[in-house]
């Protein structure tokens, strides 16, 4: 592993001088409470479904490839009490806010966060039961890059190609373990072909922004090693015609509910 950033700790300081560069935001109910740049990168409900979907029990070893700010990474260890999160980032900026909100949430025995990029693959690989990713949605030269730097990583693939996150979750998971993909609805197909014959029994869900509504996110999550066929769930529509959320998708942001793909699938 990577050796651990060092950065302030002390959860007392974190929050003691107002800062108006900041915001401190709520998540999972206000279980877990984010320290977020107002420009920059911020958590979406994205990062909460990812978080959702990943099938980690107390004692799984879980891997983030580029953590930002650490928002998925809490959500799945407050969900799942003994699992052991580690995440990754290039961006140094990213990594302190991430080491903020861990100390912040008092998750320190849980979650770790180191420097690293996803293209670098030294080390042990194969060491993790699951792996999560939130690409990068935009291919670089396809769209205006943000102004913001830390933002524009986020959302831009300029630092690392699609082919780049996949080889990364494929490199790190164990032999029969799960790899969690967020990514936009109309490039599932470039994922598909990038775990083609490495990552098999392929979960597909949409998320739609409601009823009728095409999706604009899917989450894809599939077991290494295992060449069963793939399979496109009923999809989970986010908003309510009248309500802010679908009963569904409250259950998984305010409450911290699992988002079970195979039982998701099996209940509808």
Known sequence: ??????????????????????????????????????????????????????????????????????????????????????????????????????????????????????????????????????PPYLADGKAIRPPVANKGLAHMDSSAALKDWVRFCIYKVRNRGTVSIIYRADRVDEVIAHLYRRVGELKIMPLWPREGVPAKRVIIQGRKGVHGTASILPGLALHGEVARYTHEAEAILRDGAALDLKGFAQAR
């Not at 002390?10 to 998540?27: H, M």
């Not at 003994?82 to 080491?99: H, K, N, P, S, T």
């Open 1 to 134: 592993m990577t050796e651990q950033t060092a950065l302030n700790t002390n959860p007392q300081s974190l929050a003691s001088a107002p800062d108006e560069a900041v915001s401190i935001d709520d998540f999972l109910g206000g279980s877990i409470k984010l320290i977020q740049p107002r420009d920059g990168y911020r958590v979406s409900m994205d990062t909460v479904m990812l978080a959702a979907s990943v099938p980690a029990k107390p004692g799984d070893r879980i891997i983030e490839g580029g953590v930002g700010s650490a928002g998925a990474a809490l959500c799945l260890a407050k969900r799942v009490p003994g699992a052991m999160v580690y995440g990754i980032d290039i961006q140094d900026d990213m990594l302190r806010y991430a080491e903020r909100n861990i100390a912040y949430n008092n998750l320190g025995k849980q979650v770790t966060v180191a420097k690293g990029c996803i293209t670098d693959l030294s080390g042990l690989e194969a060491e993790y039961d699951h792996v999560m990713v939130n």
